[in-house]
């Protein structure tokens, strides 16, 4: 446990160094917040048009007058708090996708900055070190996710109609943030770091692992077209499967970490 | 103290290291001399416990290094790769705490201060490492790879691409570490640096070519030779001692090189006979061939060419 605080304090301090590195993912964190406030309240606003007259919420506002914590919300609050509750999902993914650059990176980064030999030359073994790489890209990855939710909050309190803040404070959507949200982190960064483990380009092992966004994509449109709802009991389901998903992932990026190739093959 | 016993190491057909053999003592700088591609890398790598050989058996202390114990075996050795791979965003100072701290010294922030001034690089301490000289980087290198205080050290090419101010630093860091009884292998294309720094001397193309201190690799390949410097012409002398049984004299107006090999003629013996017969000596030394010498005779001989 000491040797992965001591290389994941060096990867926390890289970042400090580099904070452009983050910058894409601070972006679309931002964006990802304007995108919503921008449906639920500027185009209401600048079309004169209120949400709740348009036919295509009216499912919305039936399921949200029944839901506890949304019950005395008045029909354009129920459409907010569906449409906020709906998007909560893409601030989980943006700041994974942000930091996909620096799980990509992790290894062949080192090898290719040529530090990854003396690294490998001291005691620590393939499980601390991918541990340090995957903790390294998690962690900022967590906090901008945090930080978005909290401006996320603070602005839906501030803009929204009143109460519908507190429907994102119930238990579906905080569980998506903090426990959907960081397993799927997990998963997808470990997948990155174990992609940068085999590849010999960093370009490569960025755009294979920005294959996990699919998933995480798809659910988000599932969610907008109602063929799907992010209900406690699925939340928990999916939880469940990802953290299987997040072992099986450790085992296979220690199985595939083969430091021979990595200091014999790669150049 | 560190051994390499029968050592082969395959990469598919190619064989890049066969069947090397030889001991580490403490107090002892062994030089591995090759030719690029004649798998010193490759040798070294296998004994920092980094890739595993294809047949063979690399000790440490008497332990054998194996999948399990070569992460522990490695907190003995301390290897400085080619490149001083340092992580050039930190500064000198993290880079170090950071590995002070992979090693689990108790006291890393001493540690790290200790190297700092043993290295003479504290004035730098809080500079990233990208700023650093060539030369500094690889003085931070090498404090980074002694700190944990290693009973055993590995050097690959430290001097390589250095400046000659830059490269005597190192060697006298080097030579440092033979006082601390530190064993030391040190593997090198530079012979000066071979012949300055190394007790014995191990030539590698693949497989050991030779193996020994550097003056006994001289005195195997050339043989004993003496310089005698005259006060007049050395002409003379040199047919006088041909008709003693000295056939190998290289004359050159009033020097005479005079080889030994073959007969029992000793130094003081020639020394007298060249007086009785009257020869003014201005000087006598051993003449030795330099290292490159004995280097690119190894290598021919082991090429098959003359």
């Given at each position: 446990?000491?040797?992965?605080?001591?290389?994941?304090?060096?990867?926390?301090?890289?970042?400090?160094?580099?904070?452009?590195?983050?910058?894409?993912?601070?972006?679309?964190?931002?964006?990802?917040?304007?995108?919503?406030?921008m449906v639920a309240l500027v185009i209401?606003?600048?079309?004169?048009?209120?949400?709740?007259?348009?036919?295509?919420?009216?499912?919305?506002?039936?399921?949200?007058?029944?839901?506890?914590?949304?019950?005395?919300?008045?029909?354009?609050?129920?459409?907010?708090?569906?449409?906020?509750?709906?998007?909560?999902?893409?601030?989980?993914?943006?700041?994974?996708?942000?930091?996909?650059?620096?799980?990509?990176?992790?290894?062949?980064?080192?090898?290719?900055?040529?530090?990854?030999?003396?690294?490998?030359?001291?005691?620590?073994?393939?499980?601390?070190?991918?541990?340090?790489?995957?903790?390294?890209?998690?962690?900022?990855?967590?906090?901008?996710?945090?930080?978005?939710?909290?401006?996320?909050?603070?602005?839906?309190?501030?803009?929204?109609?009143?109460?519908?803040?507190?429907?994102?404070?119930?238990?579906?959507?905080?569980?998506?943030?903090?426990?959907?949200?960081?397993?799927?982190?997990?998963?997808?960064?470990?997948?990155?770091?174990?992609?940068?483990?085999?590849?010999?380009?960093?370009?490569?092992?960025?755009?294979?692992?920005?294959?996990?966004?699919?998933?995480?994509?798809?659910?988000?449109?599932?969610?907008?077209?109602?063929?799907?709802?992010?209900?406690?009991?699925?939340?928990?389901?999916?939880?469940?499967?990802?953290?299987?998903?997040?072992?099986?992932?450790?085992?296979?990026?220690?199985?595939?970490?083969?430091?021979?190739?990595?200091?014999?093959?790669?150049? | 103290?560190?051994?390499?016993?029968?050592?082969?190491?395959?990469?598919?057909?190619?064989?890049?290291?066969?069947?090397?053999?030889?001991?580490?003592?403490?107090?002892?700088?062994?030089?591995?001399?090759?030719?690029?591609?004649?798998?010193?890398?490759?040798?070294?790598?296998?004994?920092?416990?980094?890739?595993?050989?294809?047949?063979?058996?690399?000790?440490?202390?008497?332990?054998?290094?194996?999948?399990?114990?070569?992460?522990?075996?490695?907190?003995?050795?301390?290897?400085?790769?080619?490149?001083?791979?340092?992580?050039?965003?930190?500064?000198?100072?993290?880079?170090?705490?950071?590995y002070a701290r992979l090693h689990g010294?108790?006291?890393?922030?001493?540690?790290?201060?200790?190297?700092?001034?043993?290295?003479?690089?504290?004035?730098?301490?809080?500079?990233?490492?990208?700023?650093?000289?060539?030369?500094?980087?690889?003085?931070?290198?090498?404090?980074?790879?002694?700190?944990?205080?290693?009973?055993?050290?590995?050097?690959?090419?430290?001097?390589?691409?250095?400046?000659?101010?830059?490269?005597?630093?190192?060697?006298?860091?080097?030579?440092?570490?033979?006082?601390?009884?530190?064993?030391?292998?040190?593997?090198?294309?530079?012979?000066?640096?071979?012949?300055?720094?190394?007790?014995?001397?191990?030539?590698?193309?693949?497989?050991?070519?030779?193996?020994?201190?550097?003056?006994?690799?001289?005195?195997?390949?050339?043989g004993a030779r003496v310089r005698v410097?005259?006060?007049?012409?050395?002409?003379?002398?040199?047919?006088?001692?041909?008709?003693?049984?000295?056939?190998?004299?290289?004359?050159?107006?009033?020097?005479?090189?005079?080889?030994?090999?073959?007969?029992?003629?000793?130094?003081?013996?020639?020394?007298?006979?060249?007086?009785?017969?009257?020869?003014?000596?201005?000087?006598?030394?051993?003449?030795?061939?330099?290292?490159?010498?004995?280097?690119?005779?190894?290598?021919?001989?082991?090429?098959?060419?003359?």
């Open positions: 446990m000491r040797r992965v605080a001591a290389l994941l304090g060096k990867e926390l301090a890289d970042l400090r160094q580099n904070p452009a590195i983050v910058m894409p993912a601070v972006l679309t964190g931002g964006l990802s917040i304007l995108l919503p406030f209401p606003y600048v079309s004169g048009e209120r949400l709740a007259d348009s036919s295509d919420f009216k499912a919305a506002i039936e399921m949200y007058a029944a839901q506890p914590g949304s019950r005395g919300l008045d029909p354009e609050g129920a459409v907010q708090a569906w449409i906020f509750l709906q998007f909560l999902i893409l601030l989980v993914m943006t700041p994974v996708a942000g930091s996909m650059a620096v799980a990509a990176y992790s290894v062949i980064g080192e090898k290719q900055a040529r530090t990854l030999e003396p690294l490998l030359a001291t005691p620590l073994t393939t499980t601390e070190l991918l541990a340090a790489k995957v903790l390294g890209a998690l962690i900022p990855s967590l906090a901008l996710t945090i930080g978005c939710l909290v401006v996320y909050v603070a602005g839906v309190a501030a803009f929204a109609r009143p109460g519908v803040f507190l429907v994102l404070l119930t238990a579906r959507p905080l569980a998506t943030v903090f426990v959907l949200g960081p397993l799927a982190a997990l998963a997808a960064l470990q997948l990155a770091v174990c992609v940068s483990s085999r590849v010999n380009d960093a370009r490569s092992a960025q755009q294979i692992g920005a294959l996990i966004i699919l998933p995480i994509s798809a659910l988000l449109v599932a969610q907008l077209l109602g063929g799907i709802q992010l209900t406690m009991p699925l939340i928990l389901l999916i939880a469940t499967g990802l953290a299987l998903l997040n072992l099986v992932l450790l085992r296979v990026a220690v199985a595939l970490f083969d430091r021979e190739s990595i200091l014999t093959r790669w150049k | 103290m560190l051994a390499a016993t029968h050592l082969t190491r395959r990469f598919g057909t190619r064989v890049a290291a066969d069947d090397v053999s030889f001991e580490l003592a403490a107090g002892e700088i062994f030089a591995l001399l090759g030719p690029n591609g004649a798998g010193k890398t490759t040798t070294l790598r296998m004994l920092a416990g980094l890739i595993e050989p294809s047949s063979g058996e690399v000790t440490v202390d008497g332990e054998a290094m194996t999948r399990t114990t070569a992460a522990r075996l490695r907190s003995r050795i301390g290897f400085l790769t080619e490149s001083p791979g340092l992580w050039d965003r930190l500064t000198v100072r993290q880079n170090l705490l950071v010294l108790p006291a890393a922030e001493r540690v790290v201060d200790a190297a700092l001034d043993l290295f003479d690089i504290r004035d730098r301490a809080r500079d990233a490492a990208a700023q650093l000289s060539k030369g500094l980087k690889q003085r931070v290198a090498l404090a980074r790879t002694l700190l944990h205080d290693p009973s055993i050290v590995l050097l690959d090419e430290p001097t390589s691409g250095l400046d000659p101010e830059s490269a005597r630093d190192v060697r006298s860091l080097v030579l440092r570490l033979r006082e601390g009884k530190r064993a030391v292998l040190l593997s090198t294309h530079n012979l000066d640096e071979v012949e300055r720094v190394a007790d014995r001397v191990a030539v590698l193309r693949t497989r050991l070519v030779a193996l020994d201190t550097p003056a006994a690799l001289r005195s195997r390949l050339f410097q005259l006060a007049g012409a050395a002409a003379g002398h040199a047919a006088s001692l041909r008709r003693l049984g000295l056939s190998d004299i290289r004359v050159d107006d009033r020097t005479l090189s005079i080889a030994f090999d073959g007969t029992a003629f000793t130094t003081p013996r020639l020394v007298r006979h060249l007086v009785e017969s009257g020869a003014d000596i201005e000087s006598v030394m051993a003449e030795e061939p330099p290292l490159e010498e004995v280097y690119m005779r190894l290598l021919q001989a082991d090429a098959g060419t003359p």
